[in-house]
């Protein structure tokens, strides 16, 4: 009993300390914690500490605010801790009620307007950065913000619809798909056109140079699309006639004038000149290819003088000044190896040895026929004295003809097969013409029919009056006509008796 007494005499005074408190029941503090007897004023140090324990920190503006302005009665648990319950809302909701995603209390201004803007999925990139917020959230009041959503046209539509240069019907109505937001603008270099970068000579503002067609999507990204003109127009070299590729790309940049150019495929289909014993030797195609009509064609000789390439080539078999035999032994344009033609089962003599060797390899050096015909068939068909072709001569030209120049001498084997080439005959079996006179088929086969000539201009004797017979042979010998023999003794007087 004695101690339940005890108990009730230590709560009386906080009993009537609760009852005379005018901070409310819940507020069960020893009054001393902040006031003193001096008077009722609360050290700040002291108000501080007290505000920290009940999860209210006073930063920034509050700890400058008035007390009242939040506690409005004396009652201090009757206040609530949540910034609509003291400040107005004046966005009207548009913002929601946390007003800390966008301020705090070191000032009410709000410094973190992108930042804020990009965790909501919007950055303000670009031409967004520099502009004033209402003029995308449009209010009477220009403090609420209505939520606009983050597509193009929730705020571009306008533009979108009266847009004409292109006009923009049927056109994506993502305007990013085009459109550079991160740019000043939206036009010009703005536009995004990853799928055909417009670079250097391609940096151009005015669509309608490439787009001349109103649907913007019908074009090709092919060169040819827009270059044809510029393609068949160029003569240096003349694309058309060297059948170069309608891709321009497989040599040109897009760099002002399409320079410079480059034609790389040169070294793996034809010669090494980018690489090489010639990488950096040539300024233009014209300076091997001089005939620009023709660029197959093409010349070694004009860098390499006659005098530089005689006197390193004294030992080579086949070698002949000409610019298109060089590939055979420098196919890559590097010093190579000596080519002796003879140690091919094609040997060069005569006329050959002084022949360009392109006369002969015109289609390259691979693969060249050594049957006479295939280069001597105009020379086959155009011979007349004889004609080869009414005889049906053979067409294996070395059966009758060697290398010589003019491929003289000739023989023809077979010719004693008709009439016998011997003695004085065999002197000039090399002159066709002079027995055939150009009718080798009507040609005569005995003496007189050939030397009736000599046989009437005769004199000593004259054959003629001395009414000499027709068979030469009877007296002369094949091997000049002279000595001859007569029957003289038997007929007149023996005088070789």
Known sequence: MCRLSSIILLLLPSFFLSAQSPHGEGNVVDCASCHDPSGWTIDIDTFHFNHDTFSFRLNGLHASTDCKLCHVTLVFNETENDCASCHDDIHNMTLGNDCRRCHNEESWLVNQIPEIHEMAGFPLVGAH?????????????????????????????REFEEADDPDHSGFSTNCIDCHDPATPDWTGGSILHDFFPLTLGHDISDCARCHNVADYTDISSECAS??????????????????????????????????????????????PIYTGSHQGEWDQCLDCHLNQNDFSEFSCTNCHEKDETDGE????????????????????????????????????????????????????????????????????????????????????????????????????????????????????????????????NNTPNTCFDCHKTEYEETTDPDHVSANFGEDCAGCHSEDGWVPSTFDHDGQYFPIFS
């Open 313 to 440: 080539h004294e030992e080579v078999n086949g070698y002949f000044y000409d610019d298109g035999a060089c590939l055979a032994c420098h196919p890559d344009g590097g010093e190579g190896s000596a080519f002796d033609h003879n140690q091919t089962n094609f040997s060069l003599t005569g006329a050959h040895l002084s022949v360009a060797c392109m006369d002969c390899h015109f289609d390259g050096f691979a693969g060249t026929s050594s049957y006479c015909a295939d280069c001597h068939t105009p020379d086959f068909e155009a011979s007349v004295n004889p004609d080869h072709v009414e005889l049906n001569l053979s067409n294996d030209c070395a059966s009758c003809h060697t290398t010589d120049p003019e491929w003289m001498p000739a023989t023809f084997d077979i010719h004693n097969d008709f009439y016998p080439l011997s003695g004085a005959h065999l002197m000039i079996a090399n002159d066709c013409a002079s027995c055939h006179n150009g009718d080798y």
């Open 226 to 271: 827009c270059h044809q003109q510029d393609y068949d127009n160029t003569v240096n070299p003349d694309h058309n006639l060297t059948g170069l590729s309608t891709d321009c790309a497989s040599c040109h940049t897009t760099e002002p004038e399409w320079r410079p150019a480059e034609f790389r495929d040169h070294d793996g289909l034809y010669f």
């Open 129 to 157: 950065s520099a502009i004033h917020c209402n003029a995308c959230h449009i209010s009477d009041s220009e403090l609420s913000f209505p939520q606009l959503g983050n597509e193009c046209l929730n705020c571009h539509l």
